[in-house]
């Protein structure tokens, strides 16, 4: 699993002060180290629909479908994934859970449905049938990537979801490093969202 930056608001922090003040017609009280202080102020109030003024853009590669189909729920966000109708699967890669690959039946098993399915694709080709069609034989642990941009708000909310204990393995070890590479751009709009080193999830912290 791989995820990477691609873009991000530019002095996203001080935008989001900026839109915030207009709310408080507070302008007056902005200077060079402010913004900081005043976003601590909207988080403690709720007030998180500012943080939509500030957008950040991912790709996201090394993930199976099943993750893909997951993920592509959340609407607000701007999706855009690979195509298994103009890109051929013939050399498909997947991705094996650990529950999986740790388990020397359910591994056996596994690897052998995913020959099975690059069988019956490259079949289904050479009898000429279109991608569009061949891939229906192709499995949720076929590898696929995805560009998604989102506005801030957006984030904080999958970020706290989609990190939680209850949220699925990948995806969950997905958000853990888009909400690393958002605390290193935006460390304030994110700070009360951390990562529990022992379970490898999301908390909500108060002292912020």
């Known amino acids: 699993m791989k995820v990477e930056l691609l873009f991000i608001t530019s002095q996203a922090e001080k935008l989001i002060e900026t839109a915030g003040r207009t709310a408080y017609l507070s302008h007056e009280k902005q200077a060079e180290n402010t913004a900081e202080r005043f976003i601590k102020m909207l988080l403690s109030r709720g007030h998180h629909s500012v943080f939509e003024h500030a957008y950040a853009t991912f790709r996201i590669s090394g993930v199976s479908r099943a993750f893909t189909h997951q993920f592509v729920r959340h609407r607000l ?25 740790k388990n020397p039946g359910a591994h056996t098993i596994f690897v052998n449905l995913m020959a099975e399915a690059k069988k019956a694709y490259l079949a289904m080709q050479k009898l000429g049938i279109k991608n569009e069609d061949a891939r229906f ?72």
């Not at 701007?78 to 690959?101: D, G, L, W």
């Not at 969202?193 to 022992?198: F, G, Q």
């Open 77 to 101: 966000c701007s999706f855009t994934q690979q195509s298994q109708r103009f890109v051929s699967e013939a050399n498909f890669a997947y991705i094996e859970p650990e529950s999986v690959k």
């Open 137 to 208: 034989v192709l499995p949720n642990a076929v590898e696929s990537q995805l560009v998604v941009t989102a506005n801030f708000r957006e984030w904080r909310y999958i970020v706290e979801l989609r990190g939680s204990r209850s949220a699925q393995w990948e995806i969950r070890s997905v958000v853990l490093e888009i909400l690393r590479l958002l605390k290193q751009h935006a460390p304030a709009v994110f700070a009360d969202l951390v990562i529990d080193p022992a379970t490898l999830t999301v908390e909500k912290s108060v002292d912020f």
